[in-house]
């Protein structure tokens, strides 16, 4: 028979791979509209003495306009398995313990008061989607009313053990990191983070997204064994020079969204501004003129043949030291046919900047307009036809 969970996983039962870990048939408690994604892994960080289990599972499944169908995104969920309090430690032919009950924690998609959003991976990902867990470093995070507050949370006896006022050291892990999705320019698309908040809370979370891909810059201690500092993310611009937007994440605690009764504060990752780049990295020799001029911008000294002539010295000395990109426009096309570009004695076009400076420690956005020349391909020495910058005016 189906076991008793809560409301929320009420549903009809389908044949599954049973577990061999829990030895309970997930056929018997995932609702029908759920597919499981793996079984039973063992998790712990929320600081009990009893294992949890983290599964993943695809739900939301769909059938596009053309008649494909989508298994849907990866949502994750924690069981606890817990025992009634005071339950029969040893069981006799008149005694016999009653069932353990799972009880479940949504971890994501779930949209109660303390919780994230979205999911921990986006249809059409394989497998599982990669998880580990972490132990806080940071002073400034560690420093809480841990023991007292979870104290308060246990209750009296787990699986007819007492704790008494609970542990008295930290617990060995605290944070569940997960990824989800890839980019083809490379890394997860989903970073999600949970650590255990109240009882009526259950898990709190939050989570970064970009479909340029992340990647974590730093750690707090040991990488994948401490929690993300900074994470870099990269959002793609869809042009044809393949540019991409910027960001760091940077963890932070957030007091305002720390439940009341929480042994530890809540944390979020807050993003800072948003620079262009090349998705794939400067490319050695840019083509299209918005490349020469970002290429030029992003590592003026190692590419000072993007320069001609005066500009050489007039560029530099008119830009000065800025801090970032903050974006290009520029013209589709260049008003002449290719085949007249050999006759014509100089074509020009115009690509504008704008640059962001620190003046005094508050961003200041600039307009720079660029000229490029265009220089006809040379077959004798193998090169192809190039733009190259001979100016610069502030506009």
Known sequence: MCLLLSAILLGACRPVEPSTELNIDLGLILPEEWKAVSTWESINIDADSEQEYLLFYRYDASTTADGEGISGPIGAVIYDSQSPIGMPEESDENTRPPAPRLQPYALLPNYWQGSGFGFVAPPRQTGRPDWFVVTREDHSETDNRYFEVLAQQMPTSVSGQSVGGGPGELPEHDELIVYGGF???????????????????????????????????????????????????????????????????????????????????????????????????????????????????????????????????????????????????????????????????????????????????????RLYAFTLEHVPSDLSNRTTDQWRIIGVEQQ
């Not at 083809?184 to 009526?200: C, D, E, N, Q």
């Not at 611009?237 to 530890?264: H, M, P, V, W």
């Not at 001029?293 to 002539?309: F, K, M, R, T």
């Open 183 to 365: 980019s083809p320019i490379g890394g997860p698309t989903y970073m999600s983070v949970f650590w255990w908040s109240t009882l009526s809370e259950g898990y709190g979370s939050t989570q970064i997204s970009a479909p340029g891909g992340l990647y974590v810059e730093e750690w707090d201690g040991a990488e994948n064994r401490s929690p993300m500092r900074t994470v870099r993310a990269r959002y793609p611009q869809y042009d044809r020079s393949l540019l991409c937007k910027e960001s760091r994440f940077a963890r932070q605690i957030d007091l305002n969204f720390t439940s009341e009764g929480a042994y530890r504060a809540a944390i979020h990752y807050a993003e800072g501004p948003r620079e262009l780049v090349f998705c794939y990295g400067v490319p050695q020799s840019p083509f299209y003129p918005e490349a020469v001029v970002l290429a030029y911008l992003l590592q003026p000294d190692s590419n000072e043949q993007l320069l001609i002539g005066e500009a050489r010295q007039t560029v530099p000395r008119s830009l000065g030291e800025f801090a970032w990109v903050d974006a290009l426009q520029y013209l589709a096309t260049i008003p002449t046919f290719a085949g007249q570009a050999a006759t014509s004695q100089s074509i020009t076009t115009t690509v504008w900047a704008s640059l962001v400076y620190q003046a005094g420690g508050e961003p200041e956005s």
